[in-house]
């Protein structure tokens, strides 16, 4: 469920499958010719309960009225995450861990299976005491 509203000629709440995106959520809500859409990321892909508010054309999205979501852009990541679990992207919303650390957590628990205690993060090459001091508490093993 996703609800569409801004500059479109039918805004409201749209019932679409997992997975699929922005682009097609405004070809049901159908966008006003003054829509500015280039403000908006059409290729995100859409997740339940996400409200998407389309701009028109010289207004900015912090203008925007409500005090809801205002952009397409993918869900918060809600902390603290499992390290178990956790996709690419969840794993790089940790402070210090980018894409490379990301795909290296990753690649250790392929490897060598689960991680037992969120500490255990440090055997990760390239995450180190300080590193680990600052993602600890966003963190969590189940």
């Known amino acids: 469920m996703v609800h569409v509203a801004g500059a479109v000629r039918d805004p409201g709440i749209y019932r679409l499958k997992s997975g699929q995106r922005l682009?097609?959520?405004?070809a049901l809500a159908t966008p006003l010719a003054d829509a500015?859409?280039?403000?908006?990321?059409?290729?995100?892909?859409?997740?339940?309960?996400?409200?998407?508010?389309?701009?028109?054309?010289g207004e900015s999205l912090s203008s925007y009225?409500?005090?809801?979501?205002?952009?397409?852009?993918?869900?918060?990541?809600?902390?603290?995450?499992?390290v178990n679990s956790a996709s690419q992207?969840?794993?790089?919303?940790?402070?210090?861990?980018?894409?490379?650390?990301?795909?290296?957590?990753?690649?250790?628990?392929?490897e060598f299976g689960p991680f037992e205690r969120a500490e255990d993060l440090k055997n990760v090459p390239g995450i180190g005491e300080k590193t680990y001091a600052r993602i600890a508490p966003l963190v969590t093993v189940k």
Do not use: C
């Open 36 to 57: 500015d859409l280039d403000l908006l990321n059409l290729a995100s892909l859409l997740s339940d309960s996400q409200k998407v508010y389309v701009p028109r054309k």
């Open 23 to 26: 682009y097609e959520a405004l």
């Open 65 to 82: 009225p409500d005090d809801g979501p205002i952009s397409a852009a993918p869900p918060a990541v809600t902390f603290p995450i499992n």
């Open 89 to 110: 992207r969840e794993l790089e919303e940790l402070p210090g861990i980018g894409p490379v650390l990301a795909g290296a957590i990753i690649a250790r628990r392929k």
